[in-house]
């Protein structure tokens, strides 16, 4: 059933104080939360419970509410509720009358949420930070007309995959899922396994490389047998085959996979894993998924973000990347400025300029407009060390979408809340400078 919605009782409560004669209604989140079209979003997800029967959904602004919270404060699901509790200025922001004592949901209505999401609604929410940040002036309706689009990898959080971890790992899912199902193996190498791990990880740390491979070696006969094992005790059980199929799939790639295979198993709980060189001197391979990011030319602000699954090349997201922003604001932006990736684009419709080639030398405007084009790398970083983009825990390639979407919402929120504190900073200042030059 539809999302019911937060209706405020215009009935004052004798023993209770409402939120908005408590709080500093100039509060950045007060601000912020008078900005937001509330309505507009509770029309647009509710379109996500079309059936009319059962109990109503949770409140939209609710949800919403905590994921803008989420991403502006890059905090977790489990997390997220000791501090809605203790901050009333989230409980107002979230459309609470009156102070709560006790979360209002389950944490795990946040994932059930997120399953429900597609990318239009994603883009949606994006579109709504954009647009207050039109209300609240920090960006100007001519700022979208150029802009700046570059790559990045969202890192997945994995342990660095390296064989015999994975080797190790698999045999231990293995003995484990098989002894939940009550299937009795031949031997599980428990500690003869962990014996090996230990021996490799020290042979390799001592540059003693062909002992390290031999110990390799030996984690993937474990497994090998492990696994051979277990296919041969399902023929006679094949009502388990279905608990077992997806693991053993996996598995069977990490044994059959070679040092120069194409799409490799890089860890066991996340297969979308892939392996990434961005050419970095301290990092030469990131393991995750590419992102795109588009941002304004002169005001900093995130107008198109998404997820990059397959390692694409990057001159050929470009457009991709510029439709999504034409989605999003309603411009198709006029100049694009880009790095030396983009070499071989198909957009026809923007001006797109390509750092460091000839061209650029001859015209001195579009030389400083392209000093600006490496602007996008800080705000990359700031997404990364103040978000959600530096590290992903949410699964599946859903997961990687709904973060790197989370992290530009989050991004421009911050934007928008540090205008709206310094707004009011010099609001008052001014206000009371006038006095004392009144009183003086």
């Known amino acids: 059933m539809k999302a019911k919605p937060i209706i405020q009782d215009p009935t004052a409560d004798l023993f209770r104080s409402e939120l908005n004669s408590i709080l500093n209604l100039r509060h ?15 029309e647009e997800f509710g379109k996500l419970f079309p059936s009319p029967v059962g109990c109503p959904a949770i409140p939209t602004r609710l949800i919403v509410g905590l994921f803008f919270l989420k991403a502006m404060y890059k905090t977790s699901d489990e ?54 940040g039109l209300k609240t002036k920090t960006i100007k309706k001519k700022d979208l007309d150029r802009a700046i689009v570059d790559t990045t990898v969202q890192e997945k ?22 002894k ?97 060189g961005k050419g970095k001197a301290h990092k030469h391979y990131e393991f995750g ?55 071989g684009h198909e957009e026809k419709e923007s001006n797109v300029h390509i750092a460091k080639q000839k061209q650029n030398k001859h015209n001195r405007t579009l030389r400083k407009a392209m000093k600006r084009r490496s602007a996008i790398e800080p705000i990359i970083g700031h997404a990364k060390s103040e978000g959600h983009l530096g590290r992903n825990y949410l699964k599946g390639s859903d997961g990687d979408r709904f973060n790197v979407f989370m992290s530009a919402m989050g991004f421009n929120l911050r934007q928008i809340l540090r205008k709206l504190r310094i707004f009011w900073l010099y609001f008052l200042s001014s206000l009371f400078g006038q006095i004392e030059l009144l009183v003086n």
Not at 28 to 42: F, H
Not at 157 to 178: C, E, G, I, N
Not at 295 to 318: E, R, V, W
């Open 28 to 42: 950045e989140l007060c601000l912020l939360a008078k900005q937001i079209s509330w309505e507009y979003l509770d």
């Open 289 to 343: 998924v590419k992102a795109s990011i588009a941002c304004t030319h002169k005001n900093n602000f995130i107008i198109g973000a998404n997820s990059l699954p397959g390692n694409p090349y990057d001159g050929h997201t470009l457009k991709g990347a510029l439709d999504q922003v034409e989605r999003i604001t309603d411009v198709r932006p006029g100049d694009t400025y880009v790095d030396l990736g983009y070499r």
């Open 79 to 132: 997390d997220i509720p000791k501090r809605w509790v203790e901050n009333p200025y989230w409980q107002y922001f979230c459309g609470e009358q009156y102070m709560q004592h006790k979360f209002p949901i389950d944490p795990s209505s946040l994932s059930k949420w997120r399953k429900r999401l597609k990318e239009v609604d994603l883009e949606k929410l994006l579109a709504e930070t954009i647009n207050v």
């Open 157 to 178: 959080a994995v342990a660095f995959p390296t064989d015999s971890r994975l080797y190790h790992r698999a045999r231990v899912l293995l003995v484990k899922l098989a």
């Open 180 to 276: 939940n199902n009550g299937i009795k193996l031949k031997q599980t190498y428990v500690r003869l396994g962990k014996q090996a791990l230990f021996k490799g990880s020290n042979y390799g740390r001592a540059r003693q490389m062909k002992r390290a491979r031999k110990q390799t070696k030996k984690l993937k006969v474990y497994l090998g047998r492990v696994y051979r094992d277990l296919l041969r005790q399902l023929e006679s059980q094949p009502e388990l085959k279905n608990d077992f199929a997806e693991l053993l799939e996996r598995t069977e790639k990490l044994l059959n996979q070679k040092r120069n295979s194409k799409n490799k198993l890089y860890s066991m709980h996340a297969p979308e894993v892939e392996c990434i």
